[in-house]
């Protein structure tokens, strides 16, 4: 009986040990994440021999305290196979001995590798296109065809990702829906020089001035940089740019609807935080719906829906 017990016992362990690796897996992609986002593979790589870690806090620019905190990333990273630990020999003035290298796996998060993931991991680890997970138990319970259709550019063959930076977001939709023809718009000493691929192009240009055509563009955290006066001239063209509703021209638009009514208290403050921000930093400011229904109106759109599935920010699609 006591063997049994003890047998019991020790499957249950080891139960628990595999429902939290479940559970804690994401902390995977999240601390691979942050790495590319520091660039720490790509400092590892300029090194050019194994980095021992105070090296690497400095060249990180790290304050000292955080020192252990990065030890315990890099720790994670290398038991996943992303980065080797190396021996340097006894080096006494720095008191370490192992230094980091790249595993073959980190070598595809380089910048300046050919066939580098680095951009769709940090696209598919968005919070844009994490949300639908955490809706796949309520789609089991209803008729939609499957979590992700959902998303503002399904059934289009055209998008513009205006103000879209390097590409992160354009190449996720690009990779994800090979039919669409997706560019990435933005000034052009900042496309300049980015290779595109079948489906995703680049083209510098002005969104004051004028954008590309397509079926529908996107306005991911743009506006809220930006005064009334400013916004109105960039939905302007951006009405110029796309079909009529009747044909399925759309803009969709990823920024904070602020609530003005009690209850979300602590959303609301990180939002007001976010507006004096705007205020203090840039020309714009963090809107309620009644101020974005007053510039689309203005602008001469025709209706939108706002759906609130990001956290802070909220999902806009306005209709020419």
């Known amino acids: 009986m006591a063997m049994q017990n003890g047998e019991l016992s020790k499957e249950l362990l080891s139960s628990q040990a595999h429902i939290w690796n479940h559970i804690f897996s994401f902390i995977n992609s999240m601390s691979l994440k942050c790495a590319v986002q520091l660039q720490i593979p790509d400092i590892i790589h300029h090194h050019g021999s194994p980095m021992l870690l105070s090296e690497l806090v400095e060249a990180l620019g790290l304050k000292h305290e955080r020192t252990h905190s990065l030890y315990r990333l890099m720790r994670i990273l290398v ?27 980190s070598r595809l998060l380089l910048k300046e590798e050919p066939l580098s993931i680095r951009p769709f991991l940090l696209a598919m680890l968005d919070p844009m296109l994490l949300d639908p997970w955490q809706h796949m138990s309520r789609w089991f319970q209803n008729d939609d065809t499957n979590t992700f259709h959902n998303n503002p550019w399904d059934g289009l063959d055209s998008i513009v990702d205006v103000g879209g930076g390097t590409g992160a977001v354009a190449k996720a939709v690009a990779e994800a829906f090979p039919d669409i023809r997706c560019i990435c718009f933005d000034l052009p000493h900042v496309v300049s020089g980015l290779v595109g691929s079948n ?15 397509a079926h529908a563009l996107l306005l991911k955290w743009i506006l809220h940089d930006w005064s009334d006066e400013e916004c109105m001239k960039i939905l302007k063209q951006c009405k110029e740019a796309i079909p009529s509703k009747e044909n399925g021209g759309k803009l969709i638009i990823i920024d904070m609807v602020v609530k003005v009514q009690e209850g979300e208290n602590k959303l609301l403050k990180t939002q007001l935080f976010f507006d004096i921000l705007m205020m203090s930093m840039m020309k714009g400011r963090e809107r309620t719906e009644k101020d974005w229904a007053k510039l689309f109106v203005d602008a001469g759109y025709s209706d939108y829906k706002i759906t609130p599935i990001l956290g802070l920010r909220s999902l806009i699609e306005v209709y020419p």
């Open 79 to 105: 038991h996943s196979g992303f980065f080797l630990k190396q021996s340097r020999g006894n080096d006494e003035e720095e008191g370490e001995e192992e230094g980091y290298l790249l595993a073959p796996a």
């Open 199 to 213: 489906n995703l192009s680049y083209i510098g240009g002005d969104m004051f001035e004028a954008i590309p055509n």
